[in-house]
C-alpha cells in the first residue's frame, strides 16, 4: 500500500489550496480516507474524514473553509482550504482506515509522508 499527499506549498493568509493524496495497493472504496495536521511542538489532530461512499466529517472549527471529497475512480483524496489563517500552518497528511471514519490517528492503518502547508500572514 502506498499513500502520496501533494498539493502542499506557501500561500498568504486569506488564500487557498488543495491537497491531494493518491492510494495505491487497495481497495480505495472500501477505505474511509482521512486529512489530519501537525502543526510544530502540537499533537496530530484530525481535520476530516471520508466515506467511500461520500459521507464526510469536519472538524467544527473548519467548516466553511475546508471541503473534502474524493474520486474513487482515481483512487484521490481531496482537501480545499480556503480562506487560510496562519494557524493552519502545519504539515497535513492523508491516511486511509478499513470501512469506517474515525477520529484517532491511531485507528487509521496507513499513511502517506505528508505535505507542508505554510500560511504567512
Known amino acids: 500500500v502506498q499513500v502520496v499527499e501533494s498539493g502542499g506549498g506557501l500561500v498568504q493568509a486569506g488564500g487557498s489550496l488543495r491537497l491531494s493524496c493518491t492510494a495505491s495497493g487497495l481497495p480505495f472504496v472500501d477505505y474511509a480516507m482521512g486529512w489530519f495536521r501537525q502543526a510544530p511542538g502540537k499533537e496530530r489532530e484530525g481535520v476530516s474524514c471520508i466515506y467511500g461512499r461520500g459521507t464526510t466529517y469536519l472538524e467544527d472549527s473548519l467548516k466553511g473553509r475546508f471541503t473534502i471529497s474524493r474520486d474513487n475512480a482515481k483512487n484521490t483524496l481531496y482537501l480545499q482550504m480556503n480562506s487560510l489563517k496562519p494557524e493552519d500552518t502545519a504539515m497535513y497528511y492523508c491516511?486511509?482506515?478499513?470501512?469506517?471514519?474515525?477520529?484517532?490517528?491511531?485507528?487509521?492503518?496507513?499513511w502517506g509522508q505528508g505535505t507542508q502547508v505554510t500560511v504567512s500572514s
Open positions: 491516511a486511509a482506515r478499513y470501512y469506517g471514519c474515525a477520529t484517532r490517528p491511531a485507528d487509521f492503518g496507513y
